[in-house]
Nanobody
Framework: QVQLVESGGELVQAGGSLRLPCADSGLTFSLYMMSWFRQAPGKERKFVAGIRRSSTYYADSVKGRFTISRDNAKNAVYLQMNSLNLEDTAVYYC???????????????????WGQGTQVTVSS
């Protein structure tokens, strides 16, 4: 059974950093396309970053600030977030496709498994 669990979300000041882990015991993460999405109140869920094999993908709004990585030994995916700003405030979700297909990686409809989300709040 797939059960993604995110953690690491908290209140942080602008300019600060956070690292969000996502773990699961039901999938071998290295075999699948995995991504992070975020959703702010009243807004649509948006792609943040994705990883497939050794390739990574980023939304323009986070390029140069966020880094997605994977630890196959721990079956975990991480989102390192630096230089956080107020616009980064959202619930962050880990998502997995049931294949390693990377096309249309930013389309959340094409992901099959989701975590419960973790709240990141950036204050001024």
């Amino acid at each position: 059974q797939v059960q993604l669990v995110e953690s690491g979300g908290e209140l942080v000041q602008a300019g600060g950093s956070l690292r969000l882990p996502c773990a699961d015991s039901g999938l071998t993460f290295s075999l699948y396309m995995m991504s992070w999405f975020r959703q702010a109140p009243g807004k649509e869920r948006k792609f943040v970053a994705g990883i497939r094999r050794s390739s990574t993908y980023y939304a323009d709004s986070v390029k140069g600030r966020f880094t997605i990585s994977r630890d196959n030994a721990k079956n975990a995916v991480y989102l390192q977030m630096n230089s956080l700003n107020l616009e980064d405030t959202a619930v962050y979700y880990c998502a997995v496709r049931n294949s390693d297909y990377a096309g249309r990686y930013s389309d959340y409809h094409l992901y099959h498994y989701w975590g419960q989300g973790t709240q990141v709040t950036v204050s001024s």
